[in-house]
């Protein structure tokens, strides 16, 4: 089976345009992952289950038009397939390798779509004034652990906005997360996915006041010593 007869068995909805999106946006990764290494998911059908399917599952919780961040985007999941469904919403893609930030500009001019690519750290953007406050929505999928990724991401939304976590089984993280959830102001909730190759859950960090000024702490320590 294709790639793309794969990803239509999970999306039935998919329109023609969308299809081609997804076909081209795949035959890239391909090309440029032999020599830049951007994933070890490369089987038509894999790319279409824990790629592109697993990207959409955050879709029906942004509101139209939202201004999102997808933080250590790498080959710009989930931010490009959101993108390809939901074309309304402002995304920036942003991740600290440069490399990756080369094939996502190219990606999307090639698939015709619309979004910024900053090569930056989350720590710096989270500090500083164009970015910090700023976001309906931060994404993140296989970046961090649940506190690491809070303290990269909370100061990023605006308050009342909200950062989401794509996760496995996310209860032992989940009870690590108090006490970043209780220094960066923001309360927890989960959203089950239904994914035929595993359980998914969307973990859901509402954020209820303006982060701390001292956070996020300088590059590196949110993941050397997590809150
Ligand atoms: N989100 C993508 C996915 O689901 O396939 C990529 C996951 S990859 C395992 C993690 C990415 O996060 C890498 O591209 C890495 O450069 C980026 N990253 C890790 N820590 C980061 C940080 N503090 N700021 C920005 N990017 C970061």
Same mark, same amino acid.
């Given at each position: 089976m294709t790639m793309i007869e794969h990803l239509r068995t999970l999306c039935? !909805?998919? /329109?023609s345009e969308q299809a081609e999106r997804f076909e081209a946006y795949y035959a890239l990764l391909i090309e440029w992952n032999r020599t &830049?290494?951007? /994933?070890?998911i490369t089987e038509p059908c894999d790319v279409a289950e824990k790629h592109f399917f697993d990207s959409l599952a955050a879709a029906p919780l942004l509101k139209s038009g939202a201004k999102c961040i997808d933080v #250590?985007?790498?080959? #710009?999941? =989930?931010g490009i397939p959101l993108l390809i469904i939901r074309p309304d919403l402002q995304m920036t893609l942003l991740d600290a390798l440069n490399k990756r930030i080369e094939f996502l500009e190219f990606t999307l001019e090639r698939l015709g779509l619309a979004a910024a690519c900053v090569h930056m750290r989350a720590e710096d953007a989270g500090r500083s004034a164009r970015f &910090?406050?700023?976001? !309906?929505a931060a994404l993140t999928r296989a970046v961090a652990p649940l506190p690491v990724l809070l303290e990269l991401t909370v100061p990023l939304v605006r308050v009342g906005g909200q950062s989401i976590a794509y996760k496995g089984d996310a209860a032992a993280e989940i009870a690590d997360a108090e006490n970043a959830c209780r220094t960066l102001r923001c309360a927890l909730k989960t959203v089950p996915v239904e994914a035929a190759y595993g359980a998914r859950t969307l973990v859901v960090a509402t954020k209820q006041a303006e982060t701390p #000024? @001292?956070? =996020? &702490? @300088?590059?590196?320590t949110p993941a050397k010593q997590p809150l």
């Amino acid at each position: 089976m294709t790639m793309i007869e794969h990803l239509r068995t999970l999306c039935p !909805d998919l /329109t023609s345009e969308q299809a081609e999106r997804f076909e081209a946006y795949y035959a890239l990764l391909i090309e440029w992952n032999r020599t &830049r290494n951007l /994933t070890a998911i490369t089987e038509p059908c894999d790319v279409a289950e824990k790629h592109f399917f697993d990207s959409l599952a955050a879709a029906p919780l942004l509101k139209s038009g939202a201004k999102c961040i997808d933080v #250590g985007t790498g080959a #710009g999941f =989930p931010g490009i397939p959101l993108l390809i469904i939901r074309p309304d919403l402002q995304m920036t893609l942003l991740d600290a390798l440069n490399k990756r930030i080369e094939f996502l500009e190219f990606t999307l001019e090639r698939l015709g779509l619309a979004a910024a690519c900053v090569h930056m750290r989350a720590e710096d953007a989270g500090r500083s004034a164009r970015f &910090r406050q700023t976001f !309906d929505a931060a994404l993140t999928r296989a970046v961090a652990p649940l506190p690491v990724l809070l303290e990269l991401t909370v100061p990023l939304v605006r308050v009342g906005g909200q950062s989401i976590a794509y996760k496995g089984d996310a209860a032992a993280e989940i009870a690590d997360a108090e006490n970043a959830c209780r220094t960066l102001r923001c309360a927890l909730k989960t959203v089950p996915v239904e994914a035929a190759y595993g359980a998914r859950t969307l973990v859901v960090a509402t954020k209820q006041a303006e982060t701390p #000024g @001292k956070y =996020p &702490r @300088k590059a590196g320590t949110p993941a050397k010593q997590p809150l």
